[in-house]
C-alpha cells in the first residue's frame, strides 16, 4: 500500500509525545464508576476531593455583582485592562499578603493572573531550554509536564526524565525537599505541600536560598495553599526569609484561599531584584522578561474577577475566607487524628487541607486504595499517581462537608481499629 499522504505538513512540537498519558484521576473515577455499578446503593464517601466545596465569600460575591453592573455603564465600563493586573488589586496584595508580614514587595513587582496553573507553565518561557530543573518526588505534576512540553526533560526511562533533577521526599525528610548534591537552575518547590501537607521552617527554606544563591539558580515557589498555616513560625511567604528577593519567584492563587477554583485568578511576585544572565554573560532583570512575556501572551485577567478578588482583602472578606479555610482545616485536622487513632502513620494535616497517610506493611498505593473503597466505602488518591516516591501511600483532603467527613471517620474507627 502507498504511504498516507499528509494533508498537513506543518511538524509538530514533538516533546507532547514524550508525555505518558496520566491516568490517576481517570483511573480513579473508572474504578469508583465499577464500584457503585457491582454495589448499587451503597454510600461512597469521596475523601479524593481536589477541589473547594464552600462558595466564595460573600464579600467577593457583592463587589463581583458592582463590577458587572459598572460594565452596563459607558462612564464605568472596562475595556482592555493592564496586562500586569489593575493597580488596586497589586496594591491590596502588597499590602496585605506582603507589608502586612514585614515583607517588601512592590506593587509594581506583583503579576495578576488567571490562575497558577497557568503562570507556573508560562513561566519557561523566561528561562532557557537547557536549564535544569529539580522537582519534588511525589509533587504537582505541571512542573514536570510543562518542562517536557519546553523540551527539557529528555529521556523518560522508568517514570523519571533523564534531564530532571528528582527531589525525593520521604518519612525521613519528612516529606520536605532537601538541596541535592547536584547542579539546578530552576527549582520548584511547594508549601504547604500538595499532596503531602509538609511545609518549610524558615530554617529549611534558608537552606534552599542558601543553594540558590550559591548556584545561581531561581526557586519558582508555589504557596497556593499559603492561606491553611495556622504555626505561628512557618513562613507564608518565601519573601519572609533573608536573600529570596535575589532568587526566587512567588506564584499564588485565590483558588484554595478563596474558592477561585471556578472564577480564575491568581498572582505571581518577580522581584526587581531577581537577575538571570544571557548568552554573554550579561544580568539581566527577570521582572522585565515577564512583564514582556505577559504583555506579549496575555491580556489581563477579567475586570470583574479582580474586584471579586480586591474585596477579599477588606475585614469582611478577610474574616469570611478563614472561616472557610477554617472549616476545611478542621476537617483534615479530624482525618488526621482519625488515621492516627485507627494505626495508621499521617503526615500533613496540619497547615494543610491534605493528609498523606502511610499504608500499614506492603501495601501498595493501589491496594489500600482498594481497601478503603471495598470495606469503608471511601475513596482516596493513590499517593504513587503524584511520583514514584508516592507509592505506599495515600492522600485524603478536607474539602468534603464536616458531616461527610465525619461519617467517613467513624467508617475508618469502625473498620481499622484494632
Ligand atoms: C490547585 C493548585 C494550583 C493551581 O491553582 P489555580 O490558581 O487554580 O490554577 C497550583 N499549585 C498547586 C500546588 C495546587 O494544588
Known amino acids: 500500500m502507498a504511504p498516507v499522504q499528509p494533508i498537513h505538513n506543518m511538524r509538530i512540537n514533538d516533546n507532547f509525545e514524550l508525555l505518558p498519558e496520566s491516568y490517576l484521576f481517570s483511573t480513579v473515577a473508572a474504578r469508583l464508576r465499577e464500584f457503585r455499578e457491582a454495589n448499587p446503593g451503597v454510600d461512597v464517601i469521596r475523601m479524593d476531593i481536589g477541589d473547594v466545596t464552600l462558595p466564595i465569600p460573600a464579600a467577593a460575591i457583592e463587589a463581583m455583582h458592582r463590577a458587572v453592573d459598572d460594565m452596563a455603564d459607558r462612564s464605568s465600563f472596562h475595556g482592555y485592562g493592564p496586562e500586569q493586573g489593575y493597580a488596586f488589586l497589586r496594591e491590596a496584595v502588597a499590602a496585605n499578603d506582603y507589608a502586612a508580614r514585614g515583607v517588601d514587595i512592590a506593587p509594581d513587582e506583583i503579576f495578576i493572573s488567571d490562575g497558577a496553573k497557568s503562570d507556573l507553565g508560562n513561566l519557561g518561557d523566561i528561562y532557557s531550554r537547557d536549564s535544569i530543573v529539580a522537582v519534588a518526588d ?19 526511562t522508568d517514570g523519571r526524565w533523564s534531564r530532571f533533577v528528582y527531589l525525593d521526599c520521604n518519612e525521613a525528610n519528612g516529606f520536605k525537599p532537601v538541596p541535592p548534591a547536584a547542579h539546578a537552575d530552576v527549582i520548584f518547590l511547594c508549601s504547604p505541600s500538595n499532596p503531602t501537607g509538609a511545609s518549610f521552617t524558615r530554617a529549611e527554606l534558608k537552606a534552599w536560598i542558601d543553594y540558590a544563591l550559591a548556584n545561581k539558580a531561581v526557586i519558582v515557589y508555589d504557596s497556593a495553599y499559603c492561606a491553611y498555616i495556622t504555626d505561628a513560625d512557618t513562613p507564608h511567604s518565601i519573601y519572609e526569609i ?24 491568581g498572582y505571581t511576585v518577580v522581584p526587581a531584584t531577581l537577575m538571570g544572565t544571557d548568552a554573554e554573560g550579561r544580568e539581566v532583570s527577570l521582572r522585565k522578561l515577564w512583564l514582556r512575556r505577559q504583555t506579549t501572551k496575555f491580556n489581563g485577567a477579567s475586570y470583574v474577577i479582580q474586584r471579586g478578588a480586591e474585596a477579599l482583602y477588606t475585614d469582611e472578606g478577610k474574616a469570611q475566607t478563614r472561616a472557610n479555610v477554617d472549616y476545611y482545616v478542621a476537617n483534615a485536622r479530624l482525618i488526621r487524628d482519625t488515621m ?22 506492603a501495601e501498595s498505593s493501589w491496594d489500600l486504595f482498594a481497601r478503603c473503597l471495598r470495606d469503608a466505602h471511601i475513596s482516596c488518591t ?16 478536607g ?15 469502625e473498620i481499622f481499629n484494632r
Open 138 to 156: 511525589p509533587g504537582y505534576p505541571v512542573y514536570v509536564d510543562s518542562n517536557v512540553i519546553d523540551g527539557r526533560g529528555g529521556v523518560l
Open 242 to 265: 533573608e536573600g529570596a528577593r535575589q532568587c526566587a519567584i512567588e506564584v499564588r492563587s485565590f483558588s484554595k484561599t478563596a474558592g477561585f477554583t471556578g472564577l480564575r485568578c
Open 340 to 361: 492516627s487513632r485507627a494505626g495508621f502513620t499521617v503526615f500533613g494535616g496540619e497547615n494543610s487541607p491534605y493528609v498523606w497517610v502511610k499504608s500499614p506493611g
Open 382 to 397: 493513590p499517593g504513587v499517581g503524584f511520583g514514584d516516591a508516592g507509592e505506599g501511600y495515600i492522600r485524603l483532603t
Open 399 to 413: 474539602f468534603n462537608t464536616r458531616e461527610n467527613t465525619a461519617e467517613a471517620m467513624r467508617r475508618i474507627l
